[in-house]
């Protein structure tokens, strides 16, 4: 990869402000950490539960316990 591209990418302003509404975004999921994934407003977090996002992707609905 091209190093010095890639790190002027990252000063763009359109790529910092993409970064600031993808984190307000994140925020407004409860999302804590990556990776995470949404299903149906539910998320999954961890690599470790993509199991679970593809069951959830194929209609399964995980039961609330209390």
Do not use: H, M
Not at 29 to 56: E, N
């Amino acid at each position: 990869l091209d190093a010095p591209a890639l790190l002027a990418r990252a000063e763009d302003p359109d790529i910092k402000e993409l970064l600031r509404k993808n984190t307000a975004d994140a925020v407004t999921l409860g999302i804590c950490g990556a990776p995470s994934f949404v299903v149906d407003g539910r998320v999954y977090w961890g690599q470790d539960r993509l199991d679970f996002v593809k069951k959830a992707l194929d209609g399964w609905v995980p039961r609330l316990e209390r």
